[in-house]
């Protein structure tokens, strides 16, 4: 004979815990939709808000930083008494600074282009002839309309790439006329086009500039090898860094004749988007989660007032309050986390959709997607804590007499 003593509570297997908390969601589908479906509009509000505003935010960035927020000048500084000049050896000095990507530099060598050997000696149209470095286009992320950029060959002979205003000027319009490349004279050398550059907004200097290699320019025109304006590229979170180091790196001896440009304001506004968020959406996502919770703590509640019978039933075959406890709870997690599994695929594809249709990158945070579904079932979880105590705390003669 079986004594107190020497009864054992049956343990539930989890397997079998999950299948009762799943009995009332198969049985009662459509309240477990309804109630599921406050948890989704939640849940999904949260991907969207804030998944449309990093798409937004990336396309805003790459646009942004197509504009050059990490890009710095440095030019030697006015002075009434003597040109300065920068030393011969500051480019590559500047391209060995940590976080510099890209170091280039030009020079200007006070030479006149002209179109052909008849036009007026002192007449250069307006126009610039710069000696350039060449990793040139990659400093002001230039591009070449037609031809090609100077070479490691072609910088030690008279060739030439025209910016986009001095080609007009001087009526190149094509690198290649019957077969034969154009030629443009500079002091008293022909010097071949073998390149068009496209407009470079960032610098429009250059749009009016006449290029020739360094090699050649300390040959033929006469140039001494000191650069007038040094370009660079640096990672965008060390940008002011770099710029107060910029003028003693350029200059040791006298950092103050060195005059470096502020960052561009597209770096501020770049900035000033990254750290903008939507608290508004955040606020109504929250909201939403908290009226699918509210919904869910109801639909258990009810449920509970419901199954009284099968309570009781179950605590007379010997079921603990514990195992009680167990299944509502099970139940109302396993509601809220089917909700918070269909919310993240609905906010995903809405973020997708609205993305996709303004030729956006699709960017969802991970964290909003983790934060979703760890949500969801802690909105479970809350939920189902008053309506499974409840449910436990019943007696069988209580819950049986209901029947």
Known sequence: ??????????????????????????????????????ISIGIATMIVVTGIPASSQAHLSAELSALGTNMLQATPAPSNDRPVSLPEESVGMVSRIGPVI?????????????????????????????????????????????GHFLTEVTKKFPTVVLGSVAASRLGVTNVRVAGEAPQVMIGDTWFTVVGI??????????????????????????FEGHPTVIYLQSREAAIEAVRAVLPATIYPQSPSQVLVTRPSDALAAKRATENTFSALFLGLAAVALLVGGIGVANTMVISVLERRSEIGLRRALGANRGQIRGQFLTESVALAALGGIAGTALGLLATAGYATYHDWPIVVP??????????????????????????????????????
């Open 102 to 146: 890209v170091a280039s530099g030009v020079a200007n060598t006070h030479a006149v282009v002209r179109r052909n050997d008849r036009t007026d000696p002192k007449d250069g149209s307006g126009l610039t002839v710069l000696a350039s470095r060449l990793n040139l286009l990659q400093a002001l992320n230039a591009r070449i309309q037609q």
């Open 197 to 222: 550059l496209e407009r470079t907004p960032l610098s429009p200097e250059i749009d009016r500039s006449v290029l020739v290699g360094w090699d050649v320019a300390r040959d033929v025109l006469g």
């Open 366 to 403: 991970l964290s909003s997607t983790l934060a979703g579904l760890g949500g969801a079932v802690a909105v479970g979880v809350i939920a189902g804590v008053y309506p499974s105590v409840r449910a436990s705390r019943l007696t069988p003669t209580e819950a049986l007499a209901a029947v």
């Open 1 to 38: 004979m079986l004594t107190p003593a020497t009864t054992k509570p049956v343990r539930l297997a989890p397997l079998d815990l999950v299948g009762l908390g799943l009995l009332g969601i198969r049985t009662r589908k459509l309240r477990a939709a309804l109630s599921a479906l406050g």
